[in-house]
Each structure stands twice: as C-alpha cells, then as structure tokens.
C-alpha cells in the first residue's frame, strides 16, 4: 500500500470491517476480461478464514470460476463523504477489506448446509437453522479460501 499511514493490519479491525458490511464485491477474470459482481456472504474468521456465497445454479460467475478459481474480494463501510467549497474540497473517509484467494463450488450437502449458516448467521442474530431439501438443491454455495487480505482506512 502505498500510503502506509493508511493501512489496517490489525485482524480484529479487518474482522470489524467485513462483520459490518452489507455485502461482498467478487472480482473474477474470464480470458483477461474483468468481472464484479456484488453478493450477500458469511465469513469464517479465525483460522478457516473463508468466505461463503449463494447463487442460483447457472450464470457467468459460474462459468468463469469454473474456468478459473482465483478471485479478489472487497468489502466496504463507514463512508462519509465531506462537502467543500469547491468541486477538488470534497472527499469521503471509508473503512475497507480487500483480498485474494481460490473460490470453489460446494456440491456436499453437508458443507452447503454450512456456508448457508455462515451467510444467514451474518444477516441475522440466529445460529441455528434447517433446509429444505428442495431449497439445497437448487441453490450453489460458493466456498472462498482466503489466503491474502489488506485493509484500509481513508
């Protein structure tokens, strides 16, 4: 980072960041054409340190992890955009998360059952949750092995 002033390496500040956002950017590469796409997600912590996704069982991310598993990610919150006289015064302070790692397609319904707790966990105050058999089905968790992240503060 070049503005070291600015960087977060404390893991419980990263922590804090990602609990507090709403959603996950995923960033995935397709024959060096770029592609984001915004997604509701959990997120392991600790020594897992993975972050679960869902989706419906077709569509271009699929297409693409399947051709390619290495993805980057980017969380974002705490903006505040500060006014100025003239257009250059303004600005915004944020928090933010970006890092790298292998995003793979779970088929066990096991392990799909939970990267689900994970992502409903993240959105509510329960732990505890049951499935359709039917809602498995059709649903595809994406499972993301973190191997790098960086935060920022701006």
Not at 22 to 39: G, K, Q, W
Not at 68 to 92: I, R
Request: overall charge neutral.
């Amino acid at each position: 980072m070049r503005r070291k002033e600015r960087e977060i390496t404390d893991i419980d500040e990263i922590n804090s960041i990602i609990s507090r956002s709403d959603v996950c950017r995923i960033a995935l590469s397709d024959n060096n054409i770029p592609y984001i796409v915004t997604m509701n997600f959990g997120y392991t912590g600790g020594d897992e340190n993975k972050l679960f996704f869902h989706c419906a069982k077709e569509g271009k991310k699929l297409e693409i992890i399947r051709k390619n598993k290495y993805a980057c990610f980017e969380f974002d919150t705490d903006h505040q955009l500060y006014k100025g006289e003239k257009a250059c015064d303004f600005g915004m302070s944020y928090r933010s998360v970006v890092g790298w790692g292998n995003i793979e397609i779970i088929t066990e319904e096991e392990e799909k059952k939970r990267g689900l707790d994970y992502i409903m966990s993240h959105y509510s105050d329960k732990v505890d949750f049951t499935y359709k058999k039917s809602v498995l089905k059709r649903t595809i968790i994406l499972s993301l092995e973190i191997s790098e992240m960086k935060g920022k503060k701006a």
